[in-house]
């Protein structure tokens, strides 16, 4: 199965891609971890555009991507969470793989500012936390692996209402491009995953 999960910053696409791909046993692909994990020259061209919220350039995106999809555990189908963000994307996605499910989480602008305005991210394993909601048992550790919680460099207000404006006018448009299926994203992460699983049967 290859899904897309579509929604504003702060949503919970992250999370819930995670808990929806072990469960159905397909893998996960960040588009925003893969260029976070990015090295050498290509950190380098990237961080320019991701620390002041811009999207990267379409081209070198789909290179990004295009090498991910080819691994040998995107086999058996994946979520895309953060692909595609423009309509250019979405026609590009047409012409390397057939997506049979999109699931669009619901939030408002103000929650997604709300929340990631303190949200912490393990950089080892990639959990999510919040200061506000959803809290570490520890200061700024991780619950999983122990590791150090940082709050991610393009979390700043200006960056935050920047990648918002961005979703609004360019990634909101695909959404007339498929048959999506709309999950309401301020309820519980719990009741949000058990909406989802409904969704994809
Ligand atoms: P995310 O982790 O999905 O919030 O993405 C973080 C940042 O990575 C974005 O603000 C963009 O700079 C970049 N990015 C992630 N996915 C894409 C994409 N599909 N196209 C262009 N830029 C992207």
């Known amino acids: 199965m290859k ?118 991210s393990c950089k080892n394993c990639g959990a999510v936390f919040n200061e506000n909601t959803h809290t570490p048992k520890r200061d700024m550790q991780c619950d999983n692996c122990d590791a150090m919680l940082i709050k991610r460099a393009d979390d700043t207000k200006e960056a935050i209402l920047k990648r918002l404006d961005i979703y609004h006018s360019e990634t909101e448009p695909i959404l007339k491009h498929y048959h999506s299926v709309k999950i309401n994203g301020e309820q519980p992460i719990d009741q949000v995953t058990k909406d989802i699983i409904q969704a994809l049967k």
Request: with cysteine; glycine share 10%.
């Open 3 to 120: 899904i897309l999960f579509v929604g504003p910053q702060g949503c919970g696409k992250g999370t819930q891609a995670k808990v929806i791909a072990e469960k159905f046993n397909i893998a996960h692909i960040s588009t925003g971890d893969l260029l976070r994990n990015a090295t050498g020259e290509l950190k380098k061209e990237v961080d320019t555009y991701m620390l002041t919220g811009k999207l990267v350039p379409d081209e070198l995106m789909l290179r990004v991507l295009k090498e991910r999809i080819s691994q040998h555990d995107c086999n058996k189908g994946f979520i895309l969470d953060g692909y595609p963000r423009n309509i250019t994307q979405a026609h590009e996605l047409d012409k390397i793989t057939r997506i049979d499910k999109v699931i669009e989480i619901e939030i408002s602008d103000q929650e997604s500012v709300r929340r990631l305005g303190g949200r912490l």
